[in-house]
């Protein structure tokens, strides 16, 4: 069973603060490992990486996969409070309809 | 503004009841999803439709039936449920098939149900 671990499961820290989140995987026929920012309701999609994009960049937020290590980080610099959100990864693998694999996500606080 | 909205944003049903979820997707995509949501769990997948056709149904009791009438548009229809349902429901979009390399979900803002 493709299995998906996020760490920390919640963090607060001030703003301006520089935050690293993890994501581990365990999955068959691995395809690609994505992020999300859970803000409300609605997951928005942040990144997706594959064997073929291990590392991306967006302003302040910054991914890269590691697939030795079955592993992603998920960087946010210069933290702001409308950075607070949930932050899911989930893993596309498996054969066929398997949809995406997520991890509990990884609460974030950004304190002013 | 996702591309894909979700009624009604919020329902209280009791267990004898039969309700429906709505969702509508703007973007031309192909495939539908099903995903419940509940407190400090993983989002759980519960039914993947490509190209109008189910392709997944992930265990999921025969109390939750879909209907996908076109690529449009899905449903999730409700009847007896129990107070474990209790859930956010989240519908999702996506332009390639299940499977494919780059299948990337866009979701919709969901339906938060309580069953008393």
């Known amino acids: 069973e493709d299995k998906v671990v996020q760490s920390p499961l919640s963090l607060v820290v001030h703003e301006g603060d520089t935050v690293t989140l993890n994501c581990s995987y365990e999955v068959t026929n691995f395809r690609s490992l994505l992020w999300y920012k859970q803000e409300k309701k609605a997951p928005t999609f942040l990144f997706m990486l594959t064997s073929s994009g291990i590392e991306k960049k967006s302003g302040r937020l910054s991914s890269i996969l590691d697939k030795k290590e079955l592993s992603s980080i998920l960087n946010i610099t210069a933290t702001q409070t409308g950075d607070s959100a949930i932050y899911l990864c989930?893993?596309?693998?498996?054969?066929?309809?398997?949809?995406?694999?997520f991890g509990k996500g990884t609460h974030l606080i950004i304190q002013p | 503004e996702t591309g894909v909205t979700q009624t009604p944003r919020h329902l209280v049903m009791g267990m004898t009841n039969k309700k429906s979820l709505k969702c509508e997707q703007h973007?031309?995509?192909?495939?539908m999803y099903w995903y419940k949501q509940s407190a400090k769990k993983p989002l759980e997948l519960m039914f993947v439709?490509?190209?109008?056709?189910?392709?997944e149904n992930n265990s999921v009791p025969s109390r939750f039936s879909p209907e996908c009438p076109n690529s449009s548009h899905l449903f999730l229809h409700l009847h007896t449920l129990q107070p474990e349902d209790s859930a956010l429901y989240l519908c999702?979009?996506?332009?390639?098939?299940?499977?494919?390399?780059?299948?990337?979900?866009?979701f919709g803002s969901g339906t938060q149900l309580s069953v008393l």
């Open positions: 973007l031309g995509h192909n495939a």
């Open positions: 989930a893993v596309a693998g498996g054969g066929g309809a398997d949809g995406l694999t």
């Open positions: 999702a979009s996506s332009q390639d098939l299940p499977g494919a390399d780059n299948e990337k979900l866009f």
């Open positions: 439709y490509s190209l109008e056709e189910r392709v």
